[in-house]
């Protein structure tokens, strides 16, 4: 093991830098060259990211050219000194997530005291790759209205998609439909998905690719569709591939509070709810989450300002909306059937005495309950007592008499992340970041009793664990861990676990016979 892991390290160091996995940070390249256009060797090229105070130093090989990697997305500044030139500048740089942006600086000879200051302009052509897509960053993400706060309703924006999932289920915690697009033709749900780098998805039904783990919108620092012409790194889809960057934190303290709440009293009813003349559905809709980032600071004990940030991040959604799986045909027994009376469907169904039935050849034959009722007497009190947990019909006639588009699936949804930056050297950088959330729903409750509903439940758990260690200028070795489970479980109602048998009149001893689950 000692020998693979040794020569598993040495390739890595060997690889050419320009080599990745699935990242979402971007870099910085350039060319350095003087007045006449002749490259520039070994210049030191100085990138700095100031929100963190965190500088990266390259140098420039025999063409002049350099690059800086593994780039967390926002504002850098580049600063190239060099004995017998002024100092060149460069501010306002604004990375954006698997961005390479290509500098041409240009040196001019003079005094290392006098300096040259550049603006940076926003990039408007890439030109380092052939990918196509859309990238949208943190200012953007604060501004758009996102239903339930879901980021992945950003990939609608994007050109070649086109969305094929339900309108109505999109919450964070219904993953299949809130990623249900279809890539530039390809079949729907068949993209992939990346959080910091690592993988975020899951399968489900027919091979369908859905989101494990939705982060919200308040948490994310971009957010990029790429929809054709991947690197090389990308080869996990037949469709595009969306990438999220969490957030970070950087020396100054950041946050965020906020509510969003649907209340009842501003629904709407649908068109088939008032042909019907039901009343207004119960739907509503809360939402309360907060987000923290900046510096990790122990009075006293420890200042991670310039070298240690955390970034932290709650949501919770309590919703309720109409769902009946059911179809629109289900029925149950109305009073007169409840009672043995089966005498309005005498024309369809006869029932017969079974104390009457005799042999008649190679049949039995019986004789007919009188007037299609049968007595009082002769139900049986386990059917007696099974009845007492069916309701009432909400309906005329029989086909369809239980049916109610009202009918409320409750759901509740926690969210949680958690991330950690370290600057351990200049030369050496890591972050940890676990991500986990939870849905409850209960739903489908027919017959409200224990006899109907169902308990359903999402559990996602993710994290990622990312070092990146620069040993030279042209050597960057990046070790990344992902972890990413998903979990779907549904079952009864926790009412109708482990239930007692004798509510039925069924002796004691049939509860041993019938497993926990199962009763």
Do not use: C
Not at 90 to 117: C, H, K, P, Y
Not at 290 to 316: A, H, M, N
Not at 348 to 377: E, K
Not at 485 to 497: I, K, M
């Amino acid at each position: 093991f000692v020998y693979w892991a040794v020569v598993l390290l040495m390739v890595a160091l060997v690889l050419p830098a320009s080599l990745y996995a699935q990242e979402t940070r971007g870099r910085i390249t350039g060319r350095v060259t003087d007045a006449t256009k002749g490259t520039i060797p070994e210049a030191p090229v100085t990138v700095t990211d100031p929100t963190r105070n965190a500088t990266v130093t390259v140098a420039t090989n025999e063409q002049g050219l350099f690059q800086a990697n593994f780039l967390l997305p926002g504002p850098y500044k580049v600063t190239v000194e060099l004995a017998g030139f002024k100092t060149y500048v460069q501010e306002g740089i604004v990375l954006e997530m698997t961005e390479t942006r290509d500098l041409a600086i240009v040196l001019e000879v003079g005094a290392l005291e006098e300096s040259v200051s550049v603006v940076a302009e926003v990039s408007t052509v890439n030109t380092a790759n052939a990918n196509l897509g859309l990238v949208v960053d943190r200012a953007r993400l604060a501004s758009l209205p996102l239903i339930h706060g879901d980021p992945y309703k950003i990939m609608g924006l994007a050109p070649g998609l086109a969305h094929t999932g339900s309108q109505r289920l999109d919450r964070p915690y219904e993953p299949t439909h809130i990623v249900g697009y279809a890539y530039q033709g390809t079949r729907s749900n068949r993209s992939d998905l990346l959080i910091d780098g690592a993988p975020s998805t899951a399968t489900a039904n027919a091979n369908e690719v859905i989101a494990t783990y939705v982060p919200p919108s308040d948490l994310v620092q971009e957010f990029k569709v790429q929809t054709a012409t991947f690197d090389a790194q990308f080869g996990n889809t037949e469709g595009g591939v969306t990438s999220i960057s969490i957030k970070s934190g950087t020396n100054r303290l950041h946050g965020s509070v906020y509510y969003f709440a649907e209340p009842k009293s501003l629904a709407a009813n649908d068109f088939f709810g008032n042909k019907r003349g039901q009343e207004r559905p119960e739907t509503s809709s809360d939402r309360p989450g907060f987000t923290l980032s900046g510096p990790v600071r122990i009075p006293g004990l420890y200042d991670g300002r310039d070298k240690t940030f955390f970034t932290v991040g709650y949501e919770r959604i309590k919703d309720v909306r109409p769902r009946f799986d059911a179809g629109q045909d289900v029925w149950v027994p109305t009073e007169a059937l409840r009672n043995g009376d089966f005498s309005a469907y005498a024309g369809n169904i006869t029932i017969y005495d079974p104390l009457t039935r005799v042999p008649s050849g190679s049949q039995f034959v019986g004789q007919p309950f009188p007037g299609n009722i049968i007595p009082a007497n002769r139900i049986s009190p386990v059917s007696k007592a099974i009845l007492e947990y069916y309701s009432l019909p909400k309906n005329p006639g029989l086909a369809g008499n239980i049916y109610d588009s009202t009918l409320p699936e409750t759901a509740d949804y926690s969210s949680f992340t958690g991330r950690l930056d370290q600057k351990i050297s200049n030369n050496n950088k890591a972050f940890v970041r676990y991500s986990w959330y939870n849905r409850d729903s209960i739903y489908n409750e027919y017959l409200d009793s224990e006899a109907s509903g169902t308990w359903f439940q999402f559990q996602s758990y993710q994290a990622v664990v990312d070092d990146v260690h620069v040993f030279n200028p042209t050597t960057v070795l990046n070790v990344r861990y992902g972890y990413n489970r998903f979990e779907r479980n549904s079952g009864q109602q926790e009412d109708a676990l482990n239930w007692d048998m004798t509510r039925l009149g069924f002796p004691a001893e049939y509860n041993s016979l019938i497993a926990d689950f199962g009763r």
